[in-house]
């Protein structure tokens, strides 16, 4: 699936703050991914700073990297991200990248006339446009609860037009050997974003809860984590429900399924002593499927 022209966009995307921050939405981590895009709940790897600030304080200390092929290659998703705890509290920066590529810009051969049979617009050049994000993460708790707060800067390269933002997510995380829960809100103050053509917009905030009963099973050395994320925009009406589901082998081998806005996931990971690499395949009803592979180190 290629995008046509990508001026037809550009009005579009910049009248609708309603949508401004929805290029914030592609999910990272391939685990995650896998298991429906759930993640409020989980706090094995940093891309807790993604999904919620407050569970990098129940993260090891560790380093993630992510690349994903989106829509089968269209667009093209990297993340990475470390995660320091320390004594009552755990610092953490991340960064994604997302990417997209042989957008074509088209012309008519006879701008005078409208198109048709005899004016066939045709493609001139290809462009690409570009998002970054980085995240500064801080976190404090205690043995099962946790606080923390994410400050984002946004970068936003349209190719016809560019713009810079920043936001703040707060987080509240609760873990334990049987249940793990947690509350995130994205963008909590209005966050801001302006664009070169002098246009402000403002990005609304995003509610996510998510809840992750473990249940072990010591006679067969498996551990089962089901997690329910719920998840609402406060400038749209109802909210989205997913689903995850994993089921891990001596915490060695493990596999994953999971529900997306009504979209079907699954993966498998292995984890080797200190070195994690997980895979994760993803539906998108209309759209062509993505492909994410995660790769992580604890030291």
């Known amino acids: 699936m290629r995008f046509i022209m990508i001026l037809a966009l550009v009005p579009a ?3 609708a703050t309603k949508y401004a921050g929805e290029f914030q939405d592609l999910q990272v981590g391939a685990r995650s991914s896998a298991m429906g895009g759930t993640g409020v709940a989980q706090f094995d790897d940093p891309t807790a700073v993604y999904f919620n600030p407050a569970g990098t304080y129940f993260t090891p200390r560790s380093a993630h990297i992510m690349h994903a092929e989106n829509f089968a290659g269209v667009v093209k998703n990297e993340f990475g991200a470390v995660v320091l705890p320390r004594g009552n509290m755990s610092l953490g920066m991340g960064v994604q990248y997302v990417h997209t590529s042989g957008i074509k810009l088209t012309t008519l051969p006879d701008t005078t006339s409208p198109p048709g049979s005899n004016n066939i617009p045709v493609a001139y050049d290809t462009v690409g446009t570009s998002d970054y994000v980085i995240y500064i993460n801080g976190s404090k708790g205690s043995e099962r609860v946790s606080f923390g707060a994410n400050v984002k800067v946004f970068y936003r390269d349209l190719n016809a037009i560019t713009g810079f933002g920043g936001g703040l997510d ?7 050997s049987c249940l793990r829960a947690g ?41 089962i984590i089901i997690e329910t994320d719920i998840v609402k925009a406060i400038d749209i009406a109802g909210f989205d429900v997913n689903l995850g589901f ?33 895979y994760a395949f993803m539906t998108h009803g209309d759209l062509d499927s993505t492909n994410r592979i995660s790769a992580g180190l604890a030291f």
């Not at 070169?196 to 609304?204: A, D, N, R, V, Y």
């Open 13 to 15: 995307l910049l009248s």
């Open 170 to 176: 707060l987080g509240i995380a609760y873990n334990t």
């Open 183 to 223: 509350i995130a809100v994205r963008d909590f103050i209005l966050a801001p974003f302006v664009w070169s053509s002098g246009l402000k917009e403002t990005i609304l905030p995003k509610i996510s809860l998510g809840i992750a009963p473990v249940i072990v099973l010591p006679a067969v050395s498996s551990k």
């Open 246 to 278: 994993e089921y891990g082998y001596k915490d060695f081998l493990f596999g994953r399924i999971g529900i997306h806005r009504g979209n079907y996931t699954l993966g498998i990971g292995l984890h080797h002593k200190r070195f994690r690499l997980d």
